[in-house]
């Protein structure tokens, strides 16, 4: 089911996405991301003209097998009153 969700919004969202977005996209990585970082005189000039760099690396795979469900829906429970 998951992969069909994402699959359906990846392609309402598909053209609005900056070519610079690397992760949750199938065939780009933080490799990507990484080789693109490479390209420094980008940043170099946007530092130049007194902007801004910004970077975040986020690294999300399989994080949500290493939880404990149970302490997940436990800890929802009491803070948010479900159920």
């Given at each position: 089911?998951?992969?069909?969700?994402?699959?359906?919004v990846?392609?309402?969202?598909?053209?609005?996405?900056?070519?610079?977005?690397?992760?949750g996209l199938?065939?780009?990585?933080?490799?990507?991301?990484?080789?693109?970082?490479?390209?420094?005189?980008?940043?170099?000039?946007?530092?130049?003209?007194?902007?801004?760099?910004?970077?975040?690396?986020?690294?999300?795979?399989?994080?949500?097998?290493?939880?404990?469900?149970?302490?997940?829906?436990?800890?929802?429970?009491?803070?948010?009153?479900?159920?």
């Amino acid at each position: 089911m998951e992969s069909f969700v994402s699959r359906w919004v990846l392609d309402l969202i598909d053209k609005k996405i900056d070519r610079k977005q690397f992760g949750g996209l199938q065939g780009k990585s933080t490799t990507h991301a990484l080789f693109d970082m490479i390209q420094l005189h980008h940043w170099i000039s946007a530092l130049d003209k007194g902007k801004s760099v910004r970077l975040l690396f986020v690294d999300y795979a399989k994080a949500f097998d290493h939880v404990d469900h149970s302490t997940v829906v436990r800890k929802l429970i009491s803070v948010y009153r479900i159920f």
